[in-house]
Nanobody
Framework: PVRLVESGGGSVQAGGSLNLSCAAS????????MGWFRQAPGKEREGIAV???????IYTDSAEGRFTIARDDAKNTLYLQMTSLKPEDTAMYYC????????????????????RGQGTQVTVSS
């Protein structure tokens, strides 16, 4: 079975940075669309960014310019580099992937992706 495992979360002060990773196993990940989303307690899930098999990237407005999604297909790993973190970025962060997708057209596509990890907690203090 496909397994996605996130890592790299933690606690930082506002303005700090964190780099999240998502390791994929049990699949030839290279042809998947991948993405990151987050969910804070008591709030709806929120998409952050998606990346197609061709490397094309789409970000939400809140992530654009601060976060960078990237993939290393040789390592079957997805990344999310986060800078200029704000307290409102505090949430559980999840990676997600879809094997029957190669092209991304909107961040909201993540809601249809088949696989997702267990999440990694990010806490930003003011």
């Amino acid at each position: 079975p496909v397994r996605l495992v996130e890592s790299g979360g933690g606690s930082v002060q506002a303005g700090g940075s964190l780099n999240l990773s998502c390791a994929a196993s049990g699949t030839t990940y290279i042809r998947y669309c991948m993405g990151w989303f987050r969910q804070a307690p008591g709030k709806e899930r929120e998409g952050i960014a998606v990346i197609g098999a061709d490397g094309f990237k789409i970000y939400t407005d809140s992530a654009e310019g601060r976060f960078t999604i990237a993939r290393d297909d040789a390592k079957n790993t997805l990344y999310l580099q986060m800078t200029s973190l704000k307290p409102e970025d505090t949430a559980m962060y999840y990676c997600t992937g879809e094997p029957y997708c190669t092209v991304v057209q909107s961040v909201q596509q993540y809601e249809t992706f088949l696989f997702r990890g267990q999440g990694t907690q990010v806490t930003v203090s003011s």
